[in-house]
């Protein structure tokens, strides 16, 4: 039988202690410092997919590698922590970028003189990329990025550029994908420069003025030791009101009240609260909130995932010939790799990685190859060994590795996305006290979830009150 664990109930229950629910009730119990709060984790530790871990003197992170500043929610929230001093900016170094085409590593150049003269694009593709600022602006529809970037640039960038930017954030189809809901600040370059490049210009200067009075300078950053440096500092801050270990296995109740049920170590609890908010993955949601609200539910069930497999691989530093000094490559569909591609982790956060290893951070899988989150770790390891060999020239095999497969990934933004959120918000708000969270509806990176739960966490806190639970609830099977 499960056991009660309270006799009034929460005022706020939160499923799910990634870095959204963290946050979230952070928000709230300083808005509310009266409020009974509790946040519930089913993995023995908080942060979902962020996870740190040293493996032989080198930091291989499982999932997120940083957070860019070009917006400061993130800085911001570890500045409030205390935490400022642990933070750490991307080595300069990690600025060059590379793309695998054919057959070989061709530089991403941020200079336009660079970019026209590199090999990137054909002669043909940049004099159609040259009339970019005189193409009229879309109808604001919903998109996929092939077709915003066919519209504005021209078929060819398609195949590299653009899939090359949706694999490297989205491990997703460039086909599908949903332009203003995956990558909305090029959807504002249209909407307010009426061009992608002059809407470029736009944030480099205000990047560069950020810069000039101190602030982050849109670099990716990161902590001393990784990005669970974050997650170990929420989760310090939120105390005992931080339960992990107890997964959400069914909810219950209405406008009264609801009643939560969770499992871990083989005991099985209830929890009594007055608001919740669901702050997992959208499967996960989606069948929580089936008997609350059907249509809701259908739509967040319709959020796709990307599984992901993440191969931290080691070479000794005396084994690699070639110039490994960059942030790494990313491998655009049908250029022969399986790999979506490779960060030079030691290039980009120097601290992180002993300096007599170089440590190469390799993804596989995604919508466009699910069956590799199912190899083995030695087949992972091997493959990728094999497709680096070419690159980086290592005499021998791997000295080290770690493998971690994420089979839910990274959400995909599909067209049709953000309208598919509205209609599931404005189901559930026949719900009163039910809140969706997490990465799955705006936004997958950290700043996204971070701004995101804090946003949400205000609303919570100036929600009216709900009444205590007064009679047995409906059930939510």
């Avoid at 997919?49 to 040293?54: A, F, G, Q, V």
């Avoid at 200067?205 to 440096?229: H, I, T, Y």
């Avoid at 967040?300 to 995932?305: L, P």
């Amino acid at each position: 039988m499960p056991s009660e664990t309270a006799d009034s109930p929460l005022d706020l229950l939160v499923a799910g202690g990634g870095v959204s629910g963290l946050n979230l009730a952070r928000t709230v119990r300083r808005l509310r410092p009266d409020w009974r709060i509790r946040v519930l984790e089913k993995a023995a530790h908080p942060g979902g997919t962020i996870r740190s871990e040293r493996v032989d003197g080198s930091l291989c992170e499982h999932g997120p590698n940083g957070f860019l500043t070009n917006v400061t929610h993130t800085w911001d929230l570890a500045v409030d922590l205390g935490i400022e001093d642990r933070l750490r900016l991307a080595d300069p170094s990690s600025e060059r970028r590379f793309l695998y085409i054919g057959g070989k590593l061709v530089q991403l150049h941020k200079n336009p003189v660079k970019f026209m003269a590199s090999p990137v694009l054909s002669a043909a593709g940049k004099a159609r990329l040259m009339t970019e600022p005189f193409r009229g602006r879309g109808s604001g529809e919903d998109e996929s990025v092939a077709s915003f970037i066919t519209r504005r640039l021209g078929p060819e960038p398609v195949k590299h550029l653009g899939d090359a930017m949706v694999t490297g954030i989205f491990a997703g189809d460039v086909n599908r994908l949903s332009l203003p809901a995956a990558f909305p600040i090029m959807a504002d370059f249209e909407r307010e420069h009426g061009s992608m490049f002059k809407g470029m210009q736009a944030h480099l200067k205000a990047r560069r003025n950020r810069a000039a009075e101190g602030g982050p300078d849109g670099r990716l950053a990161s902590f001393d030791e990784g990005m669970q440096v974050l997650i170990d500092t929420l989760a310090d801050d939120l105390g005992d009101v931080l339960r992990p270990g107890r997964a959400v296995v069914a909810a219950e109740g209405g406008a009264d009240g609801y009643r939560i049920t969770t499992e871990g170590d083989g005991v099985s609890e209830v929890h009594y609260a007055r608001r919740v908010a669901f702050c997992l993955p959208a499967p996960g949601a989606a069948k929580l909130l089936r008997g609350f609200s059907p249509e809701a539910s259908r739509e967040v069930a319709d959020i796709e995932y990307a599984g992901i497999t993440v191969a931290c691989v080691f070479y000794d530093r005396s084994q690699i010939g070639a110039d490994t000094n960059a942030f790494g490559f990313l491998a655009p569909r049908g250029e022969g790799l399986r790999m979506l591609g490779c960060i030079w982790s030691g290039a980009v956060f120097p601290g992180h990685v002993n300096p007599d290893k170089v440590l190469c951070r390799v993804m596989y899988g995604g919508v466009r190859d699910p069956e590799a989150v199912e190899l083995d770790e030695a087949e992972i390891v091997d493959l990728a060994h094999r497709e680096l060999t070419p690159i980086l020239r290592p005499t021998g095999v791997p000295t080290g590795r770690r493998v971690v497969r994420w089979r839910r990934g990274i959400p995909q933004y599909n067209v049709g996305h953000m309208a598919r959120v509205a209609r599931a918000e404005k189901a559930l708000e026949s719900c009163p006290g039910l809140y969706l969270g997490g990465n799955s509806y705006h936004g997958v990176g950290v700043n996204d979830c971070v701004r995101e739960s804090t946003l949400l966490g205000k609303r919570i806190a100036e929600d009216a009150p709900i009444a205590a639970k007064t009679e047995a609830p409906v059930t939510a099977s």
